[in-house]
Nanobody, 115 residues
Framework: QVQLVESGGGLVQAGGSLRLSCAAS????????VSWYRQAPGKQRELVAR???????VYTDSVQGRFTISRDNAKNTVYLQMNRLEPEDTAVYYC?????????WGQGTQVTVSS
């Protein structure tokens, strides 16, 4: 059974940090490009960060320098380290795994940043 399970969300004050995890099972995780997306209330889902199977990374401008995406293929897990959090980072964060036409999503984890 294919699964992506996010964890690590929560409530944090502005300026604080959180680390999100995305644990994969049921597919060859190491071959996949994995992305973190987020969706705030009333807004479209947007890409936050992406890491390819060979470790190349991409970040949206608003998180560049504050967030770091990484992967541990031995643990089938991708992480999103989020530092200097801002209230504008409040959203549900989703993990996505993609390989050719295979496209999997997790259920999301809530991140709330208070001012």
């Amino acid at each position: 059974q294919v699964q992506l399970v996010e964890s690590g969300g929560g409530l944090v004050q502005a300026g604080g940090s959180l680390r999100l995890s995305c644990a994969a099972s049921g597919f060859t995780f190491s071959s996949y490009t994995v992305s973190w997306y987020r969706q705030a209330p009333g807004k479209q889902r947007e890409l936050v960060a992406r890491i390819t199977n060979d470790g190349a990374t991409v970040y949206t401008d608003s998180v560049q320098g504050r967030f770091t995406i990484s992967r541990d293929n031995a643990k089938n897990t991708v992480y999103l380290q989020m530092n200097r959090l801002e209230p504008e980072d409040t959203a549900v964060y989703y993990c996505n795994g993609r390989y050719y036409y295979y496209d999997y999503w997790g259920q999301g984890t809530q991140v709330t940043v208070s001012s």
